[in-house]
């Protein structure tokens, strides 16, 4: 991240130690510039923030929050529409894809800790009339956030965890089954914006560039070996109060 100091700050500090030889300064207080902290009371110097960007303020959506994103019809006429749920304080806490108003993909978050840190997540799974749902707790190693952003510097975070499943229907997965995980995500801020929600015009909001381990595909190539495809970043809109509004073809079209 780059770090910005004031250059009269710098100048002060080089003069005061040119001087040291031949005299000292013994300040009480903070050292201000133009009214503004640039060095405090315990002799730290005081780092301007004002541009960075905190992206959980942008993530994160007003209590118990339901935001539907739609895409068009596509070729074969399939209607698709995604709704993401948030809890009391505003974290996301679950995720529903909707083909032609039926549940192909559910992923739910809850009983989340931090002594250990984890949670249990369970994930359906639908396919013709058949539908799996596997339930699995998740004990994390490491879980970072994203650091402060600044506009078109990359940001990345991850997560280290242990799965174990915990209940399945599902005929390739077995309770009991471990397995070491890790992923992570990486996204630029393009530019802040603002989004359009019905007759809602939404101020705050943020354009990013974003991937993340979990949207690579492995394929199986004929000698045997495995090769892994890359998706292309995918530009994603957040908003204060409303988290997620944009992803790919989808767009929010309506927030409870």
Not at 134 to 152: C, H, M, N, R, V
Not at 229 to 256: H, I, M, P, W
């Amino acid at each position: 991240m780059t770090k910005l100091f004031s250059l009269s700050a710098i100048a002060l500090l080089t003069s005061l130690s040119t001087a040291a030889t031949a005299a000292s300064l013994d300040v009480h207080g903070d050292i201000k510039i133009n009214g503004k902290t640039v060095i405090d009371a315990k002799g730290n110097v005081i780092q301007d923030q004002s541009h960075l960007i905190n992206i959980d303020d942008y993530a994160n959506a007003a209590p118990n929050r339901v935001v539907t994103l739609t895409a068009p019809t596509d070729e074969n006429g399939i209607s698709k529409a995604y709704k993401i749920y948030y809890d009391e304080t505003g974290r996301e806490y679950k995720e529903d894809d909707f083909y032609n108003d039926k549940l192909v993909w559910s992923i739910k978050w809850e009983e989340r800790t931090t002594t250990p840190l984890a949670h249990k997540r369970t994930v359906t799974k639908g396919s013709g009339d058949t539908t799996t749902t596997t339930s699995y707790k998740d004990e994390f190693t490491t879980s970072s956030s994203y650091p402060l952003a600044q506009i078109g510097v990359t940001m990345t975070r991850a997560d280290i965890y242990t799965s174990e499943v915990l209940a399945t229907d599902d005929p390739e997965s077995s309770v009991g089954e471990i397995t070491n995980s890790s992923d992570y995500q990486k996204l630029t801020i393009v530019d802040e914006t603002s989004f359009k929600l019905g007759d809602t015009t939404i101020e705050e909001c943020i354009i990013v560039t974003y991937n993340a381990s979990w949207r690579n595909d492995t394929i199986k190539l004929e000698d045997g070996s495995s090769k892994t495809l890359l998706l292309k970043n995918e530009f994603r809109t957040f908003c204060k109060g409303y988290g997620l509004v944009q992803f790919g073809d989808y767009k929010a079209t309506s927030a409870e």
